[in-house]
């Protein structure tokens, strides 16, 4: 049971990460990115290659953190200055381009068999590592959010006329969130393989996109700690999910499926009822007195 | 000194504007009137960098100005509002005012995790200004209450108050006292000749005719996309062709 325990602690913490990253696209700058799986996918795929070529792990670390982000600004090139419409579609894509080259392209990471990845070798350890890596991305995310970069995201959000006409570029601002978010998610992606010890394009579905997203809504688009607690809530309910299969006696199979019929549930309902998420954006007040 | 000479921009086979031409001295507010759809949004889209003009230049202190890259013309010190008022509806008056400020260190990510001191001292200088143009918009009381909030009137004040953090040197305003109340027209035309005594250029785009003659130096008739009349309120007041054109009826 401590062993689950500390497994389901450990997968909050990456998914929150994912959540944080996708927070700062989407939550803060508007950015409809529903690829946000890419990134996690190709620091993956680094931590899983570069164990296959016998290097230390550190290189695939290294090289999942710097692919990610300059995935990132591939991507958003050609978005340029196109409607957030087509950057939903291209990051849709670009996903999905990843995941069908490495199924199809066996030479690369095994196609559909996969690879295997050296395991850390202590559940405790992974487990702080995910925790350490939640909380620095925690911390950046605050630290954007807070600030005046964060401020001058929201208004982009609002309006990126009106930040264009404040002198801003709109794209800078953009090529910057997603550098930041794709490293965060890049670096997610690896440690996840390590984790997992076992890399598969099966793991990096355009649903684990939905799932990162719908952690987003729940939790609060905006606020760093609603999407955290939003990921905690969906990555318990995910790997309780074979409890309730034990227990209900229904086939596991079955129950997974549910499973993602319930998130979509939750997606229609906190539209309707609570757009703003649990943990709504707070309203930043400051004191004017005196001055 | 900001000067237009023989812009013209046509959409699809519409002629928007033809051949016109314009100056907006430092120090003077310039009106610019015409019935709908005469160009005069259009022209201040031209100024404000939104369009490319098909033709002519716009220079600002005999350099050209970067036409067509709305970033790259507001950085020169060209700011504008718009007729339906631009705000970031979900942040706050003063979150809205310290937005306006230029060459923010905060908004570097360098600076933001790597000179924290730098940043504060920014921030704190950015939010004395704020309040200051807060309070001569009579909008201190509003400044923690979200922007879309406001009324339309106190919106429009507000985009004014925005792009004063900027310092700009023209300032384009597209009917600013539209909808507004007659209380707060009384103090936007006490605000712009504070505005314009400072040295700033102003161009103005107004329906409301006594606004107009009491505030402009110089007024501009556009009809049709091309400048009919120029002169000062009272000449254009008088021109016959101005009062075919858009005041109406014949006198």
């Known amino acids: 049971m401590i062993d689950f325990a500390i497994y389901a602690l450990t997968l909050v913490a990456i998914w929150s990460v994912m959540a944080i990253s996708l927070n700062i696209q989407f939550g803060m700058t508007g950015l409809v990115n529903f690829g946000q799986i890419l990134p996690f996918a190709i620091g993956a795929y680094a931590a899983a290659i570069g164990v296959q070529y016998d290097l230390p792990w550190w290189v695939g670390a290294v090289a999942g953190l710097v692919a990610a982000p300059i995935a990132g600004i591939l991507v958003i090139l050609p978005a340029g200055r196109s409607s957030q419409d087509y950057w939903a579609l291209i990051t849709l894509g670009a996903g999905e381009i990843f995941r069908l080259t490495m199924l199809n392209v066996p030479s690369i990471a095994g196609g559909a068999d996969g690879v295997t990845v050296s395991r850390l070798p202590d559940r405790t350890l992974a487990a702080g590592l995910a925790v350490a890596l939640c909380v620095v991305a925690y911390a950046v995310a605050q630290q954007i959010g807070n600030g005046p970069f964060g401020r001058m995201l929201r208004v982009i959000r609002e309006d990126e006329t009106l930040a264009a006409t404040l002198g801003r570029s709109p794209m800078s601002f953009r090529m910057r969130v997603t550098v930041v978010s794709w490293a965060m998610a890049g670096v997610a992606g690896v440690l996840y393989a390590h984790v997992i010890g076992y890399v598969a394009p099966t793991s990096f579905l355009v649903t684990d996109t939905f799932l990162v997203w719908t952690a987003v809504i729940l939790g609060g688009p905006g606020r760093n700690i609603g999407v955290v607690i939003g990921a905690a809530i969906l990555i318990l309910m995910s790997v309780s999910t074979r409890f309730l299969a034990e227990w209900s006696g229904l086939p596991s199979d079955l129950v997974a499926n549910l499973r993602l019929a319930v998130f979509g549930l939750i997606l229609v309902l906190m539209f309707l009822f609570r757009p703003a998420g649990l943990f709504p954006e707070t309203k930043r007040v400051q004191n004017v007195d005196g001055l | ?251």
Request: aromatic fraction near 4%.
């Open chain 2, 1 to 251: 000194m900001l000067t237009v000479s023989d812009v013209s921009i046509a959409f699809g086979g519409f002629q928007a504007l033809r051949g016109v031409s314009m100056v907006a001295r430092p120090g003077s507010i310039v009106g610019l009137v015409g019935p709908n759809g005469s160009g005069k949004s259009t022209l201040l889209n031209i100024v404000s960098g939104i369009y490319r003009p098909d033709a002519g230049k716009v220079r600002l202190n005999d350099k050209p100005l970067p036409l067509g890259r709305i970033e790259a013309v507001a950085a020169r010190g060209i700011g504008r509002t718009f007729q339906v008022p631009r705000l970031a509806q979900r942040l706050t008056v003063l979150q809205n005012m310290l937005v306006g400020a230029r060459d923010q260190p905060g908004e570097r990510l360098f600076d933001l995790f790597l000179r924290p001191g730098r940043v504060a001292a920014m921030e704190a200088d950015a939010l004395a200004r704020s309040v200051a143009i807060l309070k001569r918009l009579g909008l201190v009381e509003k400044a923690n209450d979200y922007a879309g909030n406001l009324s339309g009137g106190q919106q429009k004040l507000l985009t004014m108050g925005v792009l004063l953090m900027s310092d700009p040197q023209v300032l384009l305003l597209d009917e600013p006292a539209a909808g507004v109340n007659p209380v707060l027209i009384e103090q936007q035309v006490e605000f712009l000749r504070s505005l314009r005594d400072e040295g700033r250029a102003i161009v103005l785009i107004e329906h409301n005719m006594e606004m107009i003659s009491n505030v402009c130096d110089v007024v501009y008739v556009l009809d049709a996309g091309a400048v009919i009349a120029e002169g000062t309120p009272a000449e254009i007041r008088d021109n016959a062709e101005v009062i075919q054109s858009y005041l109406g009826q014949p006198a």
